[in-house]
Every structure is written in C-alpha cells, then in structure tokens.
C-alpha cells in the first residue's frame, strides 16, 4: 500500500527531474524539526538533571552545546540523508516514521501519536519493531537522565551525616517519585498500538484483496526480509554469506542470523540504558542497521542523526576522529568496489563484500564506543556528586 501511495511521485520525477523529491524532501524537512525540538527538550532535562544534581555552573551552562540545531543540521546535511532523497529512496519516509514515535513519546506525551509513528514505521521497515521498549521506557520513566536511584541514594548517605531531617525527608521524597513506573501511560500506549496496528491491516486487506490479502502480503515483505530471498550485492553482509551457505544449512542459519538481534543486543542494551529510553533508540536503530538483511545509506542517516542528540555526554567519546575517517573511507570506497566488480568485471565479489565487512566493523565500533562513552559519563557524573557530598 506504501509503495502504491508513492509510485506516482517516482513517474513525477521523471518527467519533471527534481520535482518528484519533494515529498521526500518534506519529509526530512519536517524530521529536522522535529529533531530539533526534541533535541531542545532533551536539551533542557540535562541542565535539570545537572542543577538536581549540583553540578552545573554558570560556566558549565555556557559550554552545553545546543544540541537540537546540531541534530537538525546533521540530518540536513548528511551525504547519506542527501543520497537517500536523491536515489528517491523510501528511507526518509521511514526515518519520518521513526522520529514521529519517538517526539510523540518524549515532546508532549501524545500517547496516540507515538502508537501512530511506532506502527507506521514497522509497517514499512520490521526492524522498527525494535522501538517499542525504548518508547516503553519513556513513557514508564520519563526523559533521559542518569540512574537517578543511585544517585539519590549517594545523596542521601551524604544528606544523613551533615544534613538535617527536613533534607532527609526531601530526598526519601525525592526518591520515592523517581522510582514509579507510569503502567497506566504504558497500558494507554499498548492499546493505541493495537488499534492502529487493526486499523492498517483492515486497510490492507481492503487494498490487497486482489492481489492475494494479508497473507500474501506478509510472505512478500516480512517473509522476504526474513527469509533473505533477494542475494543482490548491498552494503550489508548477508547477501554475500547466504549465497556461499549450502542450501540444507540455510534454513538454520536463517534462525540463527534473525535471533541473534532480538536475543544478543535488544536485552543486555535495554538492561544498561533503561534510563536512558532516546539514547537506547539509537543503539538499536544502529545495531539493526548492521545486521538487517537489505540495509541502506538511510539507515546510518538516521541513527547519525539521533546520535546528534547526545553530543553533549558524549564529548569524551574514544576513538572519534578514526571512526569518522572510516566511515568516509568506506563510503567513497564502496561505490567505486562496486563500478569495479559489476561493470568493469576487473575484480570479484571479495573487493565488494570486503568493503561491505569494513563497513559494518566501523558501525560497531561506532555505537559500542558510543554506548561506552554514555556509561562513563553516568559514571562520571556520579563520581562527582559523590565527592561533593563528602565536601
């Protein structure tokens, strides 16, 4: 039903040469400001996390990068997000999906509206599946901030020794309203996300009644991403390990490959970053992005540009000059490995998926250098709250 509702726009474009882009180029307008709000908003949470904490200074409110333009400019100006519009990509339709989701969780609590992006999204890409812990997690607990729990409770030790008893029960307080779990808002959001989830399948079923129903349209789309039938060279690592495979082998391989994500990254993440449910987005639109069965250059897009959003706590993140000099590397490399390999025919399939390999290293190396400067900033923080209670 999607790719019936964006077909004419592709006639469009061939015809009126750029004019066809401009759903998409709507698209990732309208992405950018939505990043950009959420991103002032996760903007502003930090700062009062930081004056909760008694750690922010005038100076220190001076150097906090204002990180909702950034997010907003790197999505703009990102090759891939250009690329992807260019190629008339569904991508950014996607993305839009996705960052929908998310700022209806995060900017106004529009419970309905988050369902609505949360749904769409996985409609079109089953990865986005993904997203619904993240979007659990800020609806249940709030914006992104440090483990609060432990931190009140260094407080509280503090608070015990030099404070009086008004302090103390201040903090008890404190801690008791940063401990609960909106179940009801969470409740309120899993039956939002039947409703829409019934009302696109009754909507497709209506359209695709001629062509098959639902059935068909399951096995030709998430049957298809799951059963990785397409073996045409991308900037993935499937296609070329599928056509080397043995076709008794494929069938576990297949369950294998397709666990792995759901059984590997999705619980040790969400067990580390609950508290923080917008960076825990990230982490999993990245880490699906490499191992999804046919990824694009929209991926990496858009979890670049949710990784803008953090700019602030990750200013000590290791190893960043060689990851960005990898990442342009193996984007100008892969082009060129693949003009080489299919239509000059000097090389082989080894220079494409090596290429593919190194790509995919440097995304890892990328989102576990991130989560890693994430937990040393958590860390950091709470080291500093500890020593200044002991002053």
């Keep these: 039903m999607a790719l019936h509702c964006y077909s004419p726009f592709s006639v469009l474009s061939q015809f009126r040469g750029l004019k066809g882009n401009r759903v998409i180029i709507c698209a990732d307008i309208l992405s950018a400001l939505l990043l950009r709000a959420t991103g002032q908003k996760l903007q502003k949470a930090y700062r009062l996390n930081l004056r909760r904490l008694g750690l922010l200074t005038s100076l220190q409110d001076r150097g906090i ?10 999505h703009l100006w990102n090759p891939f997000t250009i690329l992807s519009c260019v190629g008339l990509s569904t991508s950014p339709i996607e993305n839009l999906a996705v960052i929908v989701s998310l700022s209806g969780a995060l900017l106004v609590r529009r419970v309905p509206l988050a369902a609505f992006g949360l749904v769409m999204a996985t409609h079109l890409s089953l990865y986005s599946a993904t997203l619904a812990i993240p979007l659990i997690f800020l609806l249940g607990y709030g914006l992104d901030a440090p483990p609060v729990k432990k931190f009140l409770q260094t407080r509280h030790v503090g608070v015990e020794t030099t404070g009086s008893t008004s302090d103390v029960s201040k903090q008890d307080k404190l801690t008791q309203t940063t401990q609960l779990f909106l179940w009801r808002t969470v409740l309120y959001f899993v039956f939002w996300v039947l409703v829409w989830s019934s009302y696109v399948l009754v909507l497709c079923s209506l359209s695709l009644k001629q062509y098959g129903g639902l059935e068909e349209m399951f096995k030709r ?4 991403i799951l059963r990785i039938e397409d073996l045409s060279p991308n900037i993935g690592v499937f296609w070329y390990f599928f056509a080397e495979v043995f076709d008794f082998s494929r069938n576990y391989l297949l369950i294998v490959f397709n666990l792995y994500i759901l059984l590997t990254g999705i619980p040790p993440l969400a067990f580390r970053l609950k508290h923080r449910p917008c960076f825990l987005a990230f982490a999993y639109l990245a880490f699906s992005s490499i191992l999804k069965s046919y990824p694009s250059v929209g991926d990496a897009a858009l979890y670049l540009s949710l990784w803008a959003l953090f700019v602030n706590e990750l200013t000590d993140m290791e190893h960043s000059f060689f990851i960005f000099c990898g990442y342009i590397g193996f984007s100008l490399l892969s082009p060129v490995m693949h003009n080489i390999w299919i239509w000059r025919g000097t090389g082989n399939a080894n220079f494409y ?13 990328f989102v576990e250098k991130s ?13 500093a709250t500890s020593e200044m209670t002991k002053n």
């Design 353 to 365: 998926f090596g290429n593919a390999m190194g790509y995919a290293c440097f995304q890892y190396m």
């Design 221 to 224: 789309t998430y049957g298809f």
């Design 371 to 383: 989560v890693n400067a994430m937990l040393n900033h958590d860390q950091a923080l709470k080291k």
């Design 65 to 74: 990068l204002p990180c909702g333009d950034i997010a907003a400019l790197v």
